[in-house]
């Protein structure tokens, strides 16, 4: 099975000031660059993700400016390693370039794609158009403040949910995402 690959970004995406969730965040600190910086996240959608990584429903890769320090995210989200969309630092200005091509990557290796980013991912315009064309990737952007909810997981489950339908059958799950992102066009 060709498993699909989840670009996964850390601050706004799974460290947000007002993650919710239901529950009271946890805190920690994390070392990027030798500074450290203070995390806060929902601890059940940390759940919700190792569980997905753990039945090996998808290939969860960091695509993140903290890839060279990931080892730091995973111990305090206690996840395992997880792959890298590059190894080495990288600066905020080149982020986004960087992110789109680690996207683009992922959908020519003939993979199904996941990207949540809270400020990289296209949420209209021809480059979401051309990433989405073939119902084979799935953007989410959330509220940086906010992060990834629980709709936003549901939504990823429901994408990968239907890994046997090559290219086409993920209407349902990119509409809910377009929803989500206030895109009713």
């Known amino acids: 099975m060709n498993r699909p690959v989840w670009l996964l970004d850390v601050d706004g995406v799974l460290n947000a000031t007002r993650p919710g969730w239901s529950a009271a965040p946890r805190n920690g ?3 990027g660059g030798g500074h450290p910086y ?9 759940t919700r993700i190792r569980a997905l990584h753990q039945a090996g429903s998808v290939t969860l890769r960091w695509c993140s400016t903290w890839c060279a320090d990931a080892d730091q995210v995973e111990r305090l989200f206690a996840l ?3 792959e890298r969309s590059w190894t080495g630092p990288i600066s905020h200005s080149a982020a986004p370039a960087a992110k789109l091509a680690a996207a683009h990557a992922v959908l020519d290796q ?3 794609l996941i990207w949540t980013d809270d400020d990289a991912v296209p949420t209209n315009g021809p480059v979401h158009d051309e990433l989405v064309a073939t119902g084979r990737a799935l953007l989410i952007a959330p509220l940086a403040n906010r992060g990834l909810q629980p709709e936003h997981l549901d939504t990823i489950e429901a994408f990968l949910s239907d890994t ?3 290219d086409t059958g993920y209407a349902d799950a990119l ?4 929803r989500l ?3 009713t066009a």
């Not at 203070?38 to 940390?46: E, S, T, V």
Request: charged share 25%.
């Open 110 to 112: 003939g993979h199904r």
């Open 38 to 46: 203070r995390l806060r996240w929902a601890p059940a959608l940390i």
């Open 164 to 166: 046997d339908v090559p």
């Open 80 to 82: 395992p390693p997880l």
């Open 29 to 31: 600190t994390a070392y």
């Open 175 to 178: 509409e809910a995402a377009r």
């Open 181 to 183: 992102l206030g895109d």
